[in-house]
């Protein structure tokens, strides 16, 4: 905070002890940008209007490409990334981002800190901390501050972190000298694309959504189309085959994460042991991790799939209760789960 003060009129210093703080607080990489009207916000508006978004109604509250209409007199936009580890060779039934405590919290907590620090630098101006759930291009302004590129998987890539990063932003009313914006350096690699179980990549840089398991497991609280269970696996929530795929960020991989630890709870959980919690008490197990946001009902129906996937007939007596289930989708999965369960055993 001090450091801060002294260089307040000294515009490099000043980003450079900015940054230090930003580091100490516990994030990976900051960049900063202006707060001026960001690109691409016709190419989401294209994206929506044939269809690729799906039920993403959410992503239709706008506009999402003006930091300034979420802070008025915003002339800079402060883009936080926080690395976490990706999972290892094999699939979990958690996804790696998941894993962990809900990084909405966590990365808010941060930023805040670092709001209280700018403010008391300047008393007279105002921030506002932005963490996944404003409208805001999050990724095209992590390419402006210079953090990443948006990738063929559609995901931010950090040359040196690859895509395992999630993103919080810091608008303030006062002005700091912008980072240069990072460029594209995929190239000709097309890793993301052939790794899609789904083809949910067919067009680069464009994610079909209704083609995606991370959609259909997490966003969409409904039925998983049966052309897409078996590429489901035994996922529960979510999917990392894309950005597991990208070559960038290899050597941090596996290494701890300063602000976004992995919870061993889910990292290890077995397909058994979450439908166990889910029932015990979804509130308690998962509320304070990204598995809240599919709420009980969306875990148990794409529990009810993996379950079916993984083929393990021990476990038609925990789905058997489900196939008569109030809830129309999780009675049909369970059904088909039960199905796939009792062939096992006559194969």
């Known amino acids: 905070m001090h450091a801060l003060q002294e260089a307040q009129d000294r515009p490099a210093l000043f980003k450079q002890h900015l940054r230090e703080v930003a580091l100490a607080i516990g994030f990976d990489d900051v960049g900063i940008a202006c707060a001026d009207v960001l690109p691409h916000g016709d190419f989401l508006e294209q994206w929506l209007g044939v269809g690729r978004g799906g039920d993403l109604a959410y992503l239709r509250h706008g506009p999402r490409d003006q930091p300034q209409a979420l802070l008025s007199g915003a002339r800079t936009l402060i883009v936080a990334a926080a690395r976490y580890p990706r999972s290892g060779p094999e699939h979990k039934a958690i996804a790696a981002y998941a894993q962990r405590e809900d990084y909405h919290r966590v990365l808010r907590s941060g930023l805040d800190t670092l709001a209280e620090l700018l403010q008391a630098v300047a008393p007279d101006s105002r ?3 932005l963490v996944d759930t404003a409208p805001l291009l999050e ?13 063929k998987s559609t995901m931010l890539v950090h040359r040196g972190l690859g895509c395992h990063t999630l993103l919080g ?3 303030w009313t006062e ?25 949910a990549l067919d067009v680069p840089y464009q994610i079909d959504a209704r083609r995606c398991l991370s959609y259909y497991s997490i966003e969409l609280h409904g039925r998983i189309p049966p052309e897409y269970r078996d590429a489901i696996g035994t996922r529960a929530f979510g999917c990392d085959d894309c950005i597991d795929a990208c070559p960038f960020g290899a050597g ?7 602000l976004l630890p ?10 058994e042991e979450l439908l166990d919690r889910a029932l015990e008490s979804f509130h308690k197990h998962f509320a304070w991790s990204p598995v809240e946001r599919t709420r009980k009902l969306g875990l148990l129906r794409a529990l009810m799939v993996a379950i079916g ?21 999780l009675r049909e999965q369970a059904r088909w ?5 009792r062939g096992s055993t006559s194969s």
């Open 262 to 271: 992995t919870h061993e709870t889910l990292a290890r959980a077995s397909l």
């Open 169 to 171: 932003e810091l608008l």
């Open 309 to 329: 996937n993984h083929g393990d007939p021990a476990l038609i007596e925990r789905v058997r209760p489900f196939a008569d289930h109030p809830d129309s989708h």
């Open 337 to 341: 789960a039960l199905t796939r369960l």
């Open 175 to 199: 002005e700091i000298e912008p980072d240069p914006t990072e460029v594209d350096h995929c190239g000709t690699c097309t890793r993301c694309i052939d790794a899609c179980p789904t083809g």
């Open 139 to 151: 990724r095209e302004a992590a390419q402006r501050a210079g953090l990443g590129w948006i990738g």
């Open 127 to 129: 921030t506002r901390v």
């Open 252 to 258: 941090s991989a596996s290494s701890p994460a300063a």
